[in-house]
């Protein structure tokens, strides 16, 4: 199923555009946007049992692995390989979303949001890194609860 037939399903209204691909976020950050939103860090991380965790920042914040692998319940938190973001979320390094749980039926990937987008318009990638969207917060959870997914929030300085 298409992201856009998803929204569609879901009554989740969005934002688009497109741009020239960009690979983090400070590449994205160095190009006028013509929509608005808060921007978000979107990074694919492992323990070391394999459990993998998508967790959501706001961009200009430094990810404490710690206090995520906390509130996540696990420890020592490391990136993924790009090859488990291929083969769990069908995202290749520069699109992560959150947007790719639609490819893991399995339910293998954990999402970890920081407290602070909560209320707010998010901008991300649509599972590819030439365009970038916006939705509600509350359209993100929606969306992550109709792939089947559990999400935890925690707060992040």
Not at 108 to 116: C, G, L, M
Request: glycine share 6%; net charge neutral; aromatic share 10%.
């Amino acid at each position: 199923m298409e992201l856009q037939t998803i929204f569609k399903k879901l009554g989740i209204e969005y934002e688009e555009t497109t741009h020239p691909p960009v690979y983090t976020v400070e590449q994205i950050g160095k190009i006028p946007l013509n929509i608005i939103g808060t921007g978000c860090k979107n990074l694919f991380l492992t323990d070391h049992h394999q459990t993998y965790l998508l967790v959501i920042l706001e961009e200009h914040k430094q990810a404490d692995l710690k206090k995520i692998a906390k509130a996540a319940g696990t420890k020592r938190l490391s990136f993924a390989s790009d090859k488990a973001l291929q083969e769990l979320l069908g995202l290749s390094p520069g699109s992560v979303s959150p947007f790719g749980l639609m490819h893991d039926p399995d339910k293998q990937v954990r999402t970890v949001i920081d407290a602070s987008l909560v209320g707010k318009r998010l901008l991300f990638h649509p599972n590819v890194n030439t365009k970038t969207i916006a939705v509600w917060y509350d359209d993100l959870i929606r969306f992550i609860e109709f792939t089947g997914h559990k999400y935890v929030c925690f707060y992040e300085s």
